[in-house]
């Protein structure tokens, strides 16, 4: 099975609704978050959220070499115990996104392919061990962008983010 890193942005009634539900009905908690990352089916793109595929590890490994002031993959404040997946859901709230989204639209991912080294991360045992392929810097590089386009959108609403590991 694999691991991907999901992202949900939340409107402030859409965050009392998850707070409620993570006190009240659990299980309904982790699906309405999902619906919510799905976006409308009117709509052809979700722009609430996205997932980062397999890439979440990369990128965690090429961005901890720039030394963001924040962590976009693995940090956050957990809001439950319960595991929405492979760990809890954490909230990066709207100042940590803001932070990110400056970091983020200031780093082209040309700096983060300056460090990569398809070797050196098969070598560290990187999820998902797909490093010496020859398309595994430009799935990074579309996995990245759509990480900068939504923290940048959470950032403009001032919204917080959901992240969890599916």
């Given at each position: 099975?694999?691991?991907?890193?999901?992202?949900?942005?939340?409107?402030?009634?859409?965050?009392?609704?998850?707070?409620?539900l993570?006190?009240?009905?659990?299980?309904?908690?982790y699906?309405?978050?999902?619906?919510?990352?799905?976006?409308?089916?009117?709509?052809?793109?979700?722009?609430?959220?996205?997932?980062t595929?397999?890439?979440?590890?990369?990128?965690q490994?090429?961005?901890a070499?720039?030394?963001?002031?924040?962590?976009?993959?693995?940090?956050?404040?957990?809001?439950?115990?319960d595991?929405?997946?492979?760990?809890?859901?954490?909230?990066?709230?709207?100042?940590?996104?803001?932070?990110?989204?400056?970091?983020?639209?200031?780093?082209?991912?040309?700096?983060?392919?300056?460090?990569?080294?398809?070797?050196?991360?098969?070598?560290?045992?990187?999820?998902?061990?797909?490093?010496?392929?020859?398309?595994?810097?430009?799935?990074?590089?579309?996995?990245?962008?759509?990480?900068?386009?939504?923290?940048?959108?959470?950032?403009?609403?001032?919204?917080?983010?959901?992240?969890?590991?599916?």
């Amino acid at each position: 099975m694999s691991m991907i890193m999901e992202y949900v942005r939340l409107r402030p009634h859409e965050f009392a609704e998850l707070r409620r539900l993570l006190v009240e009905d659990p299980d309904n908690a982790y699906e309405y978050a999902g619906d919510l990352r799905m976006g409308d089916e009117d709509e052809a793109v979700s722009s609430r959220g996205i997932d980062t595929d397999k890439a979440w590890a990369g990128l965690q490994w090429l961005l901890a070499k720039l030394d963001p002031p924040a962590d976009v993959i693995g940090g956050g404040e957990p809001i439950t115990d319960d595991e929405w997946g492979y760990d809890s859901p954490r909230l990066l709230a709207a100042a940590e996104v803001a932070e990110a989204a400056r970091f983020l639209a200031a780093t082209p991912f040309a700096s983060l392919a300056a460090h990569y080294a398809g070797a050196e991360l098969t070598a560290a045992d990187v999820y998902p061990g797909i490093w010496s392929q020859d398309w595994a810097l430009p799935y990074l590089e579309e996995n990245y962008r759509q990480l900068v386009t939504l923290f940048c959108a959470a950032a403009a609403d001032h919204e917080p983010i959901v992240v969890w590991m599916a």
